[in-house]
Nanobody, 111 residues
Framework: VQLQASGGGLVQAGGSLRLSCAAS????????MYWYRQAPGKQRELVAA???????NYADSVKGRFTISRDNAKNTVSLQMNSLKPEDTAVYYC??????WGKGTQVTVSS
C-alpha cells in the first residue's frame, strides 16, 4: 500500500490550500480515507474522514473551512482547506485502515 500526499506549502492566514493523496495497493473505492495532522509538540489528530460512500466527518476546529472529497476513478482523496489560520500549521498525513500512512506534507500558515 502506498499513499502519496502532495499540495502543502506556505500560505498567509485567510488563504487556501488543496492537499491530495494518491493511493495504490488498495481497493480504493471500498476504503475509508482520513487526513490527520501533527503540529510541533502536539499529538497527531484526526482532521477529516470520508467513507467509501462519501460520508464525511470533520474535527470541530476545521468544520466549515475544510472539505474532504474523493475521486474513485483516480484513487485520490483531497482536502480543500480555506480560511486557513496559523493554528492549522502542521504536517498533514493521509491514512487508511488498518494502519497505512503517507509521508506527510507540510502546511505552514503565516499570520
Amino acid at each position: 500500500v502506498q499513499l502519496q500526499a502532495s499540495g502543502g506549502g506556505l500560505v498567509q492566514a485567510g488563504g487556501s490550500l488543496r492537499l491530495s493523496c494518491a493511493a495504490s495497493g488498495i481497493i480504493f473505492s471500498k476504503a475509508a480515507m482520513y487526513w490527520y495532522r501533527q503540529a510541533p509538540g502536539k499529538q497527531r489528530e484526526l482532521v477529516a474522514a470520508i467513507t467509501s460512500g462519501a460520508g464525511t466527518n470533520y474535527a470541530d476546529s476545521v468544520k466549515g473551512r475544510f472539505t474532504i472529497s474523493r475521486d474513485n476513478a483516480k484513487n485520490t482523496v483531497s482536502l480543500q482547506m480555506n480560511s486557513l489560520k496559523p493554528e492549522d500549521t502542521a504536517v498533514y498525513y493521509c491514512n487508511t485502515r488498518p494502519d497505512y500512512w503517507g509521508k506527510g506534507t507540510q502546511v505552514t500558515v503565516s499570520s
